[in-house]
């Protein structure tokens, strides 16, 4: 019978261990902090601040766009746009790469070691499969998401509700609490196939040579055996995610303690000196203080997945040691046979006499 989800759990801390910690080798830890950066093991989340800028009373009388001084509007709407279109492609970039290194991932929990420039030569189609894949899922979830959110607002549009909305407040709070457990559930179904892909469907890819497609359509039947196992699985990796979560997050939040007063105060002193050297806001300073706060950005990613190697290694350890149990593929590289044993040599035995 396969083991369950619970019964993986040391499993994949015995692997974490001796993969981390015998011996500690923290060339291994960076490649591995790069390497699940870049694979998006790691969860994120941000806001948005909102810059407010003081205007004087009087100034704008027409409430048009203030001309601050320094800013030449043509030149920031420019330097937006450019940054919008950068974005996306750097974006798309981004996916290609996190697609490589998902299974540079793979392969460096799998044989206990990482090798970067090794795995990006030979995981390049598998990547690639799987790249089409991330750009088919996410095509499919814009196009459920505005056709779930555009027919009711289009209804709604269309009977005047929108028009009119305190005489029509009862159907748009009943149509939003309805239409707010829809996307609910239609975002937890989606996370859950990204994650059964991630997680299952992956090692098909690295192992046969096969497109995401083609191992869904072998892994399905798995789930369908096994709905219990795999709904186990599903639920107690949510609730260690929470678990490791909270750790990260708390180590996280003393990590950004200690980067962020000395980066305000040296922010707050750079600002000084600009403007007693007469420097202002526009195109060139704007786009240097983006320079800068990406590169802090990045160095912030990077020591936060430096911390968070342990937890890098063990979830894909704990579904790789899961689902090997039912993909006989993985099992046999997992769990390689053992070499025979050399016979033993004998003396030879002697002639009888007389």
Not at 54 to 64: D, E, L, Y
Not at 160 to 184: D, Q, R, T
Not at 199 to 215: S, T
Not at 278 to 285: D, F, I, S
Request: glycine share 10%; aromatic share 12%; hydrophobic share 55%.
């Amino acid at each position: 019978m396969p083991i369950t989800a619970v019964d993986t759990i040391p499993l994949a801390f015995q692997h974490a261990r001796q993969q981390l910690f015998q011996p500690f080798r923290f060339w291994q830890w960076t490649k591995l902090a790069v390497v699940g950066l870049l694979a998006g093991e790691l969860g994120s989340s941000g806001g948005c601040n909102r810059l407010n800028f003081p205007t004087h009373a009087g100034a704008n009388p027409h409430g048009s766009i203030p001309q601050l001084p320094g800013f030449d509007l043509a030149l920031l709407a420019g330097l937006i746009s450019v940054l919008v279109v950068t974005g996306l492609v750097f974006g798309i970039i981004l996916m290609y790469i996190s697609s490589v290194m998902r299974f540079i991932l793979f392969d460096s929990v799998m044989a206990k070691e990482c090798h970067i420039r090794e795995g990006w030569s030979r995981r390049q189609g598998p990547g690639w499969r799987y790249f089409l894949w991330k750009l088919l899922y996410l095509l499919v979830t814009l196009a459920i998401l505005i056709v779930l959110v555009g027919i009711p607002a289009g209804f709604a549009f269309a009977v005047g509700w929108l028009k009119e909305p305190k005489e029509h407040l009862l159907p748009l709070v009943l149509g939003g609490i309805v239409l707010f457990f829809v996307l609910l559930i239609v975002f937890v179904v989606l996370g859950v196939i990204f994650v059964l892909t991630k997680d299952f469907v992956i090692p098909q890819m690295a192992l046969e040579n096969i497109g995401a497609i083609e191992g869904w359509r072998r892994l399905w039947p798995m789930i369908e055996a096994e709905k219990g196992r795999f709904a186990g699985y599903i639920g107690m990796k949510i609730l260690m995610a929470i678990g490791a979560g909270i750790v990260v997050g708390i180590a996280t939040l003393i990590l950004g303690l200690f980067i962020a007063i000395p980066t305000v105060g040296l922010s707050i002193l750079a600002v000084l000196t600009g403007k007693t050297a007469g420097l202002t806001w526009n195109v060139y300073t704007i786009t240097l203080a983006v320079v800068v706060g990406i590169i802090l950005l990045a160095i912030f990613l990077y020591l936060v997945a430096l911390i968070s190697v342990p937890v890098i290694v063990f979830f894909p350890a704990y579904s790789i040691y899961f689902f090997a149990a039912r993909y006989p593929a993985l099992s046999a590289v997992l769990y390689p046979p053992a070499p025979p044993l050399e016979p033993m040599l004998r003396p030879p035995t002697p002639e009888p006499t007389g």
